[in-house]
């Protein structure tokens, strides 16, 4: 099922070879389409490939059985459920169908008349039901970052962070689809110089540039999911926009972290790229000292070379790239959060969302939030309107993008966008 060779496969479907969305990426989403129709797809090019009807087709004969009725349901989590293998054996099965070998004129005509919409004229769905949410804390640039703002320049780490990958639970039901418009937030906040808290808006909104994996495998309670089979219940990454309220965040967090800083909302890009997909853009990840325990041992490269960037477009403006940054940056791998989150026995579910946290790297220019990129707002970003941003203002639109690149092919996660709305 892992392959590291990286070899473009070719596609009767034309333009998909240099738009991020060859044969050799094949995401997962659900959309709906104008008929009213809801239902898994893929894409190929700017085509979506409407999964369901591909079935209805028999394209996928022998396959599996369910295939049928997973495909139109409105999430994904039935087909995820149904294994590494099926997953792979569809992939393969799509390559075939798809790919500029198949002479079968037929086939190809009844699938570009009744399986094929353009992307601009479907509306992409959250593609999977979120059974539960963590968000981790594993950029070891980015938490360094906020220690020395929050806590103490020259003990910027706590004491456990280098031995174990930090996290907490969210919030499953403020996970939206990209295109969905967030709310400024209100909470208390603890202003400079002051005894007391106030109530009100957010002053210090963020965008966190985050990936996170969809968990593939349920488990029982008081098993654990060894750090050498973690990919065996990995389904694939997703970028992942995790909104912060920084001057709420720095007044609640102590002494149990997070909370309405930010479960008010987090925003998903709607395709899923699969581990099979990113295999070849593995990476080593950084040092880790001092080493860590055994269960947190990994043998193969840890990371994934995934490049990244931020945009801000003001509203009637132009978008304005203020980050760029890569997946391998992280401290943590995803392999590990998985490990460390599964070696007290907690289970997990097939739809448990796993978020990276903020993904930072040495450079000012590769921090993954508006926090550091302004240092707490002493910096402010210029942009090419002229205004200038300490944090996000109402009615400015947070752009993400993730893309691999290899042996000249492009693997793309699409994109995550987000608006910034006055508060209700």
């Known amino acids: 099922m892992k392959d590291n ?10 333009g998909g070879e240099n738009s991020g969305f060859p044969l050799n990426n094949l995401p997962f989403g659900i959309a709906a389409f104008n008929s009213g129709l809801i239902a898994a797809v893929t894409r190929i090019g700017d085509q979506v490939v409407n999964l369901h009807k591909l079935a209805a087709l028999d394209v996928f004969s022998g396959l599996h059985a369910k295939l049928l009725h997973v495909f139109s349901q409105p999430v994904l989590n039935d087909f995820i459920e149904l294994g590494p293998q099926v997953h792979h054996d569809l992939r393969v099965r799509l390559q075939q169908v798809f790919g500029l070998d198949n002479t079968d004129k037929q086939q190809i005509d009844v699938i570009k008349s009744s399986a094929l919409t353009s992307f601009n004229a479907v509306r992409m769905l959250m593609p999977v039901k979120v059974t539960d949410y963590t968000d981790f804390y594993s950029s070891i640039e980015h938490a360094t970052n906020v220690g020395k703002m929050f806590r103490d320049p020259e003990n910027a780490l706590l004491p456990n962070w280098r031995h174990l990958p930090v996290g907490y639970h969210g919030r499953a ?3 939206v689809v990209s295109g969905t418009s967030i709310h400024r937030p209100m909470g208390q906040t603890k202003p400079v ?5 106030v109530f009100g808006l957010t002053k210090m909104l963020d965008f966190e540039l985050e990936m996170a994996f969809v968990v593939g495998k349920n488990t029982a309670l008081g098993e654990h999911v060894p750090i050498g089979k973690a990919r065996d219940y990995i389904f694939g990454l997703m970028l992942f926009n995790d909104l912060s309220a920084r001057d709420i965040q720095s007044w609640e967090y102590v002494p149990l972290g997070p909370f309405l800083a930010k479960n ?3 925003v ?3 395709w899923i790229v699969t581990l099979e997909a990113l295999y070849p853009f593995r990476v080593d990840g950084p040092a880790q000292e001092p080493e860590v325990l055994p269960y947190l041992k990994s043998v193969e490269p840890r990371n994934f070379d995934v490049q990244l960037e931020v945009s801000i477009r003001p509203e009637k403006g132009n978008e304005n790239i203020v980050c760029r940054s890569n997946y391998k940056y992280m401290y943590w791998s995803m392999d590990q959060q998985l490990a460390h989150h599964t070696i007290n026995g907690c289970n997990i579910t097939v739809g448990d969302l796993y978020a990276s946290g903020t993904i930072s790297g040495r450079d000012a220019g590769s921090y993954g939030s508006m926090l550091e990129l302004t240092w707490r707002g002493a ?3 210029k942009l090419d309107d002229g205004s200038e941003r300490k944090f996000l203002n109402d009615n400015d639109t947070v752009i993400m993008r993730g893309r691999c690149q290899k042996d000249g092919i492009e693997i793309s996660f699409g994109e995550c966008e987000t608006k910034i709305l006055a508060a209700k």
């Open 5 to 14: 060779s990286l070899k473009p496969i070719p596609s009767w479907i034309q």
């Open 193 to 197: 110089n002051s005894d007391a808290p």
């Open 268 to 270: 998903v890009a709607p």
């Open 264 to 266: 008010f909302g987090s």
């Open 379 to 381: 910096n402010p970003l």
């Open 173 to 175: 039901s403020s996970i």
